[in-house]
């Protein structure tokens, strides 16, 4: 995200702040759905300066808590105030029992901003890191209803739910990551120390040797020579990060890369109703929990970094902020399969929007671990015979002209 800075009126009346978007065609948008005459539009360097600064702090400060300790965490703080206790009581009883200790300094941080009469959603905010927007708005919630519990509960769900896909896709690609890497560890091996013996071998003889033979050795000769394997290897660095730079600074470059994620087989579609299904379920907490659709929306990006997905939304948010139907909008953007749309006007047709999107996000997580199991079933033995097939070939290419003289000698 950048920062723009910007100037304009609004009412009659002179307004001067910043604004975050995606980029300067964003934040104009934003700000003329804030009803805001645009007189001056720039980025600003040092908000954003800022934000990596803070980004900084917080990563020394909060990163290092793991999902799996701030899920803990609300579980417990849910059950403490179901049983009658305030949040500065629960919070400090949960300080003693916490062992993180990044864990622990943020409890303390928050119990003492809440002495100071700061409501639990803006000392939550402090720490983005840690808790992110939607956990932030789903406390929100929770205090503007006086069912901070109800709420805290959801917020573990959603937590339990994007630990379970994590955890799923981790351990779908665990068994092939390790064939994949051994596969490569022998094969540089082979290369390095072992196919040089034979290829000394074979100059004793001076016999003429077959096609595989000798494409295996030119590569073996290729990884093995500073000025061919060495300069490639640094070209190799040099490229991927080049590559992550302009990734991360230039928005089209990142664009196109999210765009052919998307196209990867498998993969692809494995992402897309994993970001798809967490959409659905963050959409229906906070439409359940009163926040505005548009609002939601926006909160809803969050939920992932693709940029695809990002601008998709953002289109379907300007369209209901123009007072469109959602479902409309979000069939027009293809990125969003047919069964999403169609429930999504179904739910705004009976009014039940809401549950309609917790439906749906039920039935993505549903397609997600069919995906996955598939993928597991698929992968594994794709993975063995590249396995096999790269060492074997090897090997083969390798004594093919030890079996040819043999020949010869008979």
């Known amino acids: 995200m950048l920062y723009f800075e910007y100037r304009g009126i ?8 910043s604004i975050e978007a995606l980029n300067k065609e964003e934040a104009a948008d934003k700000l003329k759905q804030q009803k805001i005459i645009i007189t001056r539009l720039i980025k600003s360097k040092k908000k954003i300066a800022e934000a990596k600064k803070k980004e900084a702090i917080s990563f020394t400060f909060g990163s290092g808590v793991k999902t799996k300790e701030v899920l803990l965490f609300t579980k417990q703080l849910a059950t403490m105030i179901r049983a009658g206790l305030r949040p500065a009581e629960s919070l400090k009883l949960l300080e003693e029992q916490v062992h993180d200790k990044n864990m622990k300094k943020i409890i303390t941080a928050v119990i003492k901003d809440l002495t100071q009469g700061i ?59 390790i064939l994949f890497t051994v596969a490569i560890g022998v094969t540089a091996i082979m290369l390095i120390k072992v196919i040089p013996k034979f290829a000394t071998m074979f100059v004793k003889f001076g016999a003429e040797l077959p096609v595989p033979t000798k494409v295996v050795l030119s590569i073996s000769e290729f990884v093995r020579s500073p000025t061919k394997g060495g300069v490639a290897l640094v070209l190799i660095i040099l490229f991927v990060f080049i590559f992550r730079y302009l990734i991360n600074n230039k928005y089209a470059v990142k664009k196109r890369w999210h765009q052919f994620i998307f196209k990867i087989p498998i993969f692809g579609l494995l992402i897309k109703k994993s970001i798809i299904a967490r959409i659905a379920l963050v959409l229906g907490n906070l439409r359940g929990a009163g926040v505005e659709i548009v609002e939601t929306l926006d909160i809803a990006k969050s939920v992932t970094t693709n940029v695809v997905i990002i601008e998709a939304i953002e289109n379907v948010k300007k369209g209901v902020f123009s007072g469109e139907s959602m479902g409309e909008y979000i069939k027009k953007e293809k990125i969003f399969p047919p069964t999403f749309h169609q429930l999504v006007s179904v739910g705004e047709q009976t009014g039940n929007l809401d549950e309609m999107l917790n439906s749906l996000a039920r039935y993505y997580e549903e397609e997600f671990d069919d995906s996955v199991a598939n993928l597991a079933t698929m992968i594994e033995p794709i993975m063995i015979a590249f396995m096999g097939t790269l060492i074997g070939g090897l090997l083969i290419s390798m004594y093919l002209p030890i079996i040819k003289m043999s020949d010869v000698i008979k």
């Not at 609004?10 to 001067?16: D, M, N, P, Q, T």
């Not at 006086?146 to 779908?172: N, P, Q, W, Y």
């Open 119 to 177: 409501d639990l959603s803006k000392c939550f905010e402090k720490h983005p890191k840690v808790f992110d927007t939607i956990y932030i708005n789903l406390v929100k919630a929770g205090e503007a209803s006086g069912k901070s519990d109800a709420f805290l509960d959801k917020i573990v769900i959603a937590l339990e739910k994007r630990e379970k896909i994590k955890s799923k896709i981790k351990g779908a690609l665990t068994y092939p990551i």
């Open 10 to 17: 609004r009412a009659g009346k002179y307004v001067e702040d």
